[in-house]
């Protein structure tokens, strides 16, 4: 029962904890490790010890999982370079750098056990760096090589710690012993990537579905331990591989499941891990009090280590950035990425709850194991604070460009166009008998999407889309109609069951509702900043963006008595109309009926371009 009291109040503490950090602008990690650090001196506070089974089988397996089937396989191959030389490289070279300190540092302390802590403290913690990333709005590539990085070093790591453990040292070995993890994990995570697809083109229950991949991270990682490969690399296979065929294998409904119910667990694991780090503060410094050091011998010893992982992390990603990965220009911006990008991956190395459970694997009779397991407490939370607190002040201060919001609009506009045009394609070619009009109603749910799409990039203020006048509308006809069944369900005249399902109607068709309107300050405020394709067509390489000049009306909408959303100027001819979500679409009419093939916005701050003939913008 005290256990359950724990557990509840420490889930109840972590999601108060993310919710305060949420409203006073801090990471939530660096909030709960401090908060964990602070609750585990109070008397009324149980004392935890996280033991090593228990994350790295209990708790590292589902967070590997959840973080690869959410991950890209074509960015990971895109960065497969520089993801390898920070996972393997790096690692390596951060637990020989650290076991030569604390060798020195450290009297009585063996070489193997010196690589050992260097195993330990080497591999950063995918979940701080995201969740830190994300937060601050670091460019998709830094976070990209940062998650790609996290779901391999751990391997790495515990390679080499069980090799400096067997008192090989850190030599040939070490390559031996990954090759042979690897293959091995890359083995199991491949045949259960065949079994489960095999297994999930026969379940259409999106229940039997969420299911099965609750077993599949701890089957993928008992069978790899259990024939001596890396259980790490064969969640991560798995997880990357069906994550990148689940459009394929698994049905709509399985999908959104999956994603919903893993985003939870997910969660819930990543913030308690760092409540449960700062929880092991109070007995660690217990067991200090029985080291014969002297209290600046430690300090030393453990400041030492911390600034060797900082140190020798930024020396590895500057080399090898010359030396191993030597990046090529960025698909979307043409140019090499800079230097401060690379400062950014180095620094962004906030180690987490693998490295605490790995330094308990030190066996117990090691001379000094107590000062041992500070020197990584002190990595793990002086990373997550110093690094952790300084990343968004360093990312502002060397102008690394977030995200932008317009980016994002003007692709998923592109995107939804060409796949509607798919779509019309099949529809044209498709043989049917329509008494009841249904090809318009599809047709015209195509286009209410699209327009919705595109109403992202309109900011023009103080004027509702008319996508976000259907939300606003249609969720408050919604709002009355769940009203009166709710009164319906109250009389009991009707069975819970036909309740329940009308509700469950009522609530998909709200999840669908566009809510476009919500991102529209958010992209007006980056429209000054233009996005281009990979490639360009041959029409929007010869129609350049002309410029910015502001129009104020669509004459044609003034001719007809209507009104216009947004306008659009024909870089032919200077014709200005209105665009694809206004009630004639003149912009569109001109091109049908003079053939001009590309447009440009006519909105305050934007110089986006649209080719009507090849459905590409730039």
């Known amino acids: 029962m005290h256990v359950a009291l724990f557990l509840i109040a420490l889930v109840v503490g972590v999601l108060a904890g993310v919710v305060v950090a949420g409203r006073i602008g801090v990471p939530a990690p660096l909030l709960l490790v401090v908060g964990g650090v602070g609750a585990s001196f109070l008397p009324f506070v149980p004392q935890v010890h996280l033991e ?17 089937i959410s991950s890209s396989l074509i960015d ?13 490289g790096a690692v390596l070279f951060t637990t020989a750098g650290v076991g030569v300190v604390i060798h020195e540092l450290l009297p009585g302390v063996s070489w193997p056990i010196a690589f050992a802590l260097g195993a330990v403290v080497a591999p950063p913690d995918a979940v701080a760096a995201t969740a830190i990333g994300r937060n601050i709005g670091l460019p998709r590539r830094i976070v990209t090589i940062l998650e790609g990085e996290s779901l391999f070093n751990d391997a790495t790591a515990l390679v080499a710690l069980r090799t400096a453990l067997a008192a090989t040292g850190i030599s040939w070995v070490v390559g031996v012993d990954f090759l042979v993890a690897a293959g091995g994990g890359v083995l199991i995570g491949a045949l259960a990537f065949v079994v489960v697809g095999w297994m999930r083109r026969r379940i259409t229950d999106p229940v039997l579905d969420v299911g099965l991949s609750f077993v599949i991270p701890f089957a993928c990682f008992i069978a790899a331990e259990e024939i001596h490969a890396s259980g790490v690399v064969a969640v991560v296979v798995a997880g990357l591989l069906l994550g990148h065929k689940a459009p394929i294998l698994q049905t709509a409904q399985s999908r959104i499941a999956e994603s919903t119910n893993w985003r939870t667990i997910a969660f819930l694991l990543e913030n308690t891990v760092f409540a449960l780090i700062g929880l092991q503060a109070q007995w660690l410094f217990q067991d200090l009090a029985d080291s014969d050091l002297s209290g600046g011998r430690i300090t030393a010893i453990c400041v030492s280590t911390l600034l060797a992982c900082i140190v020798l992390r930024l020396i590895w990603v500057y080399v090898s950035r010359w030396m191993l990965v030597r990046p090529g220009p960025d698909p979307t911006t043409g140019h090499r990425p800079p230097i401060a990008q690379t400062f950014l991956v180095g620094w962004a190395g906030m180690r987490g709850v693998v490295t605490l459970a790995a330094a308990f694997l030190i066996p117990e009779d090691t001379e000094h194991r107590e000062v041992l397991l500070m020197a990584a407490f002190t990595v793990v939370a002086g990373t997550l604070l110093i690094q952790g ?3 968004p002040v360093l990312a502002r201060w060397l102008k690394v460009p977030s995200p932008d919001p317009l980016d994002d609009a003007l692709a998923r506009a592109t995107l939804l166009q060409q796949a509607s045009k798919a779509a019309l394609d099949e529809l044209d070619a498709m043989e049917y008998d329509d008494q009841a009009g249904v090809v318009d109603l599809v047709r015209q749910r195509l286009d209410q999407r699209n327009f919705a799409a595109w109403e ?6 103080d004027q509702e889309s008319p996508a976000a006048l259907y939300y606003r509308i249609r969720t408050q006809m919604l709002q009355a109609e769940r009203r009166r069944i ?40 980056y429209a000054s900043r233009r996005w281009t394709t990979g490639e360009l067509c041959p029409d929007l390489e010869q129609y350049g963006a002309a410029e910015a000049e502001q129009a104020t009306y669509c004459q044609a909408c003034l001719d007809e008595g209507t009104q216009w959303v947004a306008l659009r100027r024909c870089l032919e001819c200077g014709n200005v109309a209105c665009c694809d979500s206004s009630p004639k679409q003149h912009a569109t009419r ?29």
């Open 389 to 391: 607190l300084t990343l």
């Open 52 to 68: 090593p089974e228990v994350v790295l089988i209990g708790l590292l397996p589902p967070l590997l999982y959840s973080a690869s």
């Open 76 to 88: 990971f191959n895109a960065h497969r370079r520089v993801i390898l030389a920070l996972s393997i």
């Open 486 to 525: 709710l009164e319906i369900r109250k009389s009991g005249t009707v069975d819970s069951e036909v309740i329940a399902d009308v509700l469950a109607t009522l609530d998909i068709e709200e999840s669908m509702l566009d809510t476009a309107e919500a991102e529209r300050d958010e992209t007006a405020a």
């Open 590 to 618: 001109h091109f049908h009926e003079s053939t001009h093939p590309v447009m440009q916005s006519a909105e305050p701050g934007e110089d986006w371009r649209w080719c009507y003939v090849h459905h590409l913008t730039a």
């Open 456 to 461: 992202r990039l309109s900011t023009t203020a």
